[in-house]
């Protein structure tokens, strides 16, 4: 289990010289935000029974993450899934039954808590790969479970990812700068976040 110094800090996923993330590289395409559906958890459910099923004791844990897990929060419409197994870097025993249901290798940060991202073939869902004694997932839950229940800064989120998504989109640019649009905003949230928490930032 990660510290509580490495939850309430950020640390740099840049990759080392010379190395890069991507599987699959990004392109440029349209990011559309759209109103909260009401589905959204039960796509999660049914991606959720579908990855125990295939992958068994090797789920240490799974949860639903990023923006389509808080109700009533504007979103793209791709599923977040945070998934934890004993070590990612192992992917031999985990990769191949996703690959079978359909997704698709796309990032791989070994340096970033060994990290891999993996696609649904038709980009509905971004399943997050990560060892037990990674910090993020512990973060993704403070920040969802946050703007689960503070309506203001839920509002402040959707503010900032609707003008994230239109500068992006006007300007022809990856997720990749989508996300750094938002980052500050994000990290402001973080904050306030460890701190109803109950946890001292880093």
Known sequence: ?????????????????????????????????????????????????????????????????????????????????????????????WLTPLVDLGYILTVREPWWFEHRCLTASDRSVNLHVFGPDSPEPWKQRIFRDHLRHNTNDRMLYADAKRAAALAATDRGETMMEYNRRKQSVIRDIYTRAFIAAGLTPG
């Open 1 to 93: 289990m990660p510290t509580l110094h490495d939850i309430t800090t950020f640390f740099d996923d840049t990759p080392p010289h010379g190395k890069s993330p991507w599987v699959v590289p990004p392109s440029p395409r349209p990011i559309d935000i759209v109103e909260y559906d009401e589905t959204w958890p039960m796509q999660y459910a049914e991606r959720e029974s579908q990855i125990r099923h295939s992958l068994g004791a090797l789920v240490l844990d799974i949860f639903h993450a990023g923006s389509t897990s808080v109700p009533g929060l504007p979103a793209k419409p791709v599923i977040d899934i945070e998934l934890i197994v004993a070590d990612p870097s192992h992917e031999a025993l």
